[in-house]
Nanobody, 122 residues
Framework: QVHLVESGGGLVQAGASLRLSCAAS????????IGWFRQAPGKEREFVNI????????WYADSVKGRFTSSRDNAKNTVYLQMNNLKPEDTAVYFC???????????????WGQGTQVTVSS
């Protein structure tokens, strides 16, 4: 079990960048694959990125490809989501979660963080 805390969100203008962090205050992130997700108002939670235990990004949502990059620093027990060229449609609460099971299935993720709000103005 891990306790995850996201940070780094904020209010930015379109075209700006943010770097989100997902830190584990308990547990070892290196034992898990990490998922980044987001949920916009009135919409379902969706995958943004899947990062395997070795720090290899397995998948990005089409809407963020080429703009978002994930990485992990197991020594710091932290993963990052670098978001560049942000667009208003990126506005959402961003979450991280972990899994040792099928990383392609959202319901297999657990120990969700509280989320961090990203708001992009046009």
């Amino acid at each position: 079990q891990v306790h995850l805390v996201e940070s780094g969100g904020g209010l930015v203008q379109a075209g700006a960048s943010l770097r989100l962090s997902c830190a584990a205050s308990e547990g070892t992130l290196g034992d898990y694959a990490i998922g980044w997700f987001r949920q916009a108002p009135g919409k379902e939670r969706e995958f943004v990125n899947i990062l395997d235990r070795n720090g290899i990004s397995l998948w990005y949502a089409d809407s963020v490809k080429g703009r978002f990059t994930s990485s992990r620093d197991n020594a710091k027990n932290t993963v990052y989501l670098q978001m560049n060229n942000l667009k208003p449609e990126d506005t959402a609460v961003y979450f991280c979660a972990v899994t040792r099971d099928n990383k392609w299935v959202l319901s297999h993720y657990h120990d969700w963080g509280q989320g961090t709000q990203v708001t992009v103005s046009s």
